[in-house]
């Protein structure tokens, strides 16, 4: 283990009921790089990255094994609180779920005002609105509700909503699946700047992307880690011939 | 395969069977809307509103302690019935699996197919006998008992229409559990719950079983929770049951009275649930 890994798994085993939907899965991630995830649908790229700010839990019947460590500190241990773990690692899921309830202020700051943060809300809504290249859009409509906007511009408010929190580590799973090339071209952007603030893991089913975006970059199969490395390496020269084909379009 | 023939005379059959079934499934409610307005519509003016009923013999007189009573009764009822209801349905939907959220929900269950009359002998031998009189209170105590199992089992499925999406998105910013079912899920579904909330307040109001032995009546206005208070529900059994004709007419009046009020909240509530929808997530 190197002492700059920000995130560290061990041995991670999660299940569904009496299968497991992540086999024994053991990989680090350094501070302030980018994880790619891949692997065909239903390989267990969600389940993964679920146990990592341990929502997967929050599923009836789920049980994890192993633990991942953040700093050295296992969020799997005893006591832990998941709430604090999961201030420090956030996430953006697939599909936007803006709170539609809420104005597009309100969605930015949810996290800072449910959890009673105090501070400058204004500096941090314009701040984190401009990160993600949603500020030009919506300065003028920020009370207006969040619903209203393109499916483009809800994904990239959840993004704001997921860093306005400031956390360590962010997850993000297929956060450009349902997005036009040019809002996903800024989402990648995006998450190039963010990396300098941010530790990323991000599931994608796109090998270009991939390759965009990431430093690193891990192969799951049926619940299994099957070839982990630098990006470059992976998509040039794989080690396992299953990932050769993956990433070469053979099969997946 | 069917020829197009005998497929449009099917359908043409079919259209004609719902349409006819429809017909007769409203006539019920045209003929009470009808007979109501017809008898009733002569005698509503501004005094039979805001009079206190006359007494027996003399003519004129109204309602009016009849709608401020059932107003009170039913929002002492809503002080109390609302927010049991209410909290009862957000327990069976966010811990409702267990056993006991399954023990509540057969309860409520059980509660709330009471008739209302038995919910009435309830209430007398709880808070009648004890306080040796009839009372605004015990009215009140038996319309909550008969609000709180409708209102849980409506929030329940309110809540559970929230989409996990918006549960989780609120929980990954590090939100309480607590602190995400308050302002996300119950936000979210609040549209929902009030217009549930309307639809209990209309049904409470037009209960007369449960009021006749527990607030019983009162000739005059009352608003104090532990006297004898009129309601429009009682008034009106009054009113109908006597020998004069008079009465007979204000029972009508009054009964129109009621469906307006009933009524009036029921649109409320549809309005309230329709402008949620067109709100609410793509
Ligand atoms: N709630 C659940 N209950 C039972 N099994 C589940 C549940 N959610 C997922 N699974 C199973 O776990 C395995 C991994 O699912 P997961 O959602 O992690 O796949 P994924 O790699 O993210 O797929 P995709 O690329 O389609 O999003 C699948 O076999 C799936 O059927
Ligand atoms: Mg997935």
């Not at chain 1, 500096?123 to 859009?137: K, P």
């Not at chain 2, 009733?40 to 005094?47: N, R, Y």
Request: aromatic residues 6%.
């Amino acid at each position: 283990m190197s002492e700059r890994s920000k995130l560290e798994v061990r041995h991670l085993t999660a299940w569904f009921g009496k299968t497991a939907a992540i086999k024994d899965v053991s990989l680090s991630v350094p501070a302030h790089t980018v994880l790619a995830i891949i692997g065909p649908s239903g390989c267990g790229k969600s389940t993964f990255i679920r146990c990592l700010n341990r929502m997967h839990e929050l599923t009836a019947g789920t049980r994890v094994e192993g633990s991942v460590l953040i700093e050295g500190e296992d969020l799997y241990a005893r006591g832990v609180d998941p709430v604090f773990i999961r201030r420090r690692v956030g996430m953006v899921f697939q599909r936007p779920n803006v709170f539609p309830t809420m104005s597009i202020r309100e969605n930015v700051l949810a996290g800072l005002r449910l959890n009673g943060v105090r501070g400058d809300h204004a500096s941090i809504l314009e701040d984190t609105l401009r990160r993600t290249a949603l500020w030009d859009e919506v300065k003028d409509r920020l009370d207006e509700s969040a619903v209203r906007l393109s499916g483009g511009q809800q994904q990239r408010l959840c993004i704001a909503r997921a860093i306005a929190v400031e956390p360590e580590v962010l997850l993000m799973d297929e956060p450009a699946s349902a997005l036009d090339p040019i809002a996903t071209a800024r989402i990648e952007e995006l998450i190039g700047e963010l990396k300098q603030g941010y530790t990323i893991v991000i599931v994608t089913h796109n090998m270009q992307q991939a390759v965009r975006i990431s430093d690193d970059t891990a192969f799951f199969y049926l619940g299994e880690l099957v070839e982990h490395g630098p990006t470059k390496q992976i998509f040039t020269t794989p080690r396992v011939p299953r990932t050769e084909d993956y990433v070469t379009g053979k099969f997946g | 395969m069917k020829s197009q023939r005998s497929r449009r005379a099917v359908d043409l059959f079919m259209t004609a069977l719902c349409g006819t079934c429809t017909a007769l499934a409203l006539i019920p409610l045209a003929s009470i809307l009808w007979l109501v307005v017809r008898n009733g519509a002569g005698a509503i003016s501004l005094t039979f509103l805001t009079a206190l009923p006359a007494p027996v013999g003399e003519t004129g007189g109204g309602v009016g302690n009849a709608i401020a009573g059932t107003l009170f009764m039913v929002g002492l009822a809503a002080l109390c019935g609302v927010p049991l209801g209410i909290g009862a349905g957000v327990f069976l939907a966010e811990r409702g699996d267990g056993p006991l959220g399954r023990t509540v929900r057969f309860c409520a269950e059980v509660l709330g197919g009471v008739p209302s009359i038995v919910v009435g002998i309830v209430a007398w031998g709880l808070i009648v006998v004890p306080m040796h009189r009839f009372s605004a209170l015990a009215g009140a105590a038996a319309l909550a008992i008969l609000m709180i199992p409708t209102l849980a089992r409506a929030t329940e499925e309110m809540i559970r229409l929230v989409p996990t999406a918006l549960r989780e998105a609120s929980l990954a910013l590090g939100v309480p559990a607590w602190r995400t079912s308050l302002s996300v899920v119950l936000r979210t579904a609040l549209g929902g719950i009030v217009t549930a909330v309307l639809l209990a307040l209309a049904r409470a109001a037009g209960e007369t079983a449960p009021l006749l032995f527990t607030a019983l009546n009162n000739q005059y206005w009352n608003l104090r929770p532990d006297q004898p208070t009129s309601s429009l529900t009682v008034q009106i059994y009054n009113y109908a049951i006597s020998p004069y004709d008079d009465w007979h007419q204000k029972a009508w009046a009054a009964a129109l009275t009621l469906l307006l009020m009933v009524g009036l909240l029921n649109l409320t509530a549809r309005w309230l649930a329709g402008g949620r929808m067109q709100r609410g997530p793509a």
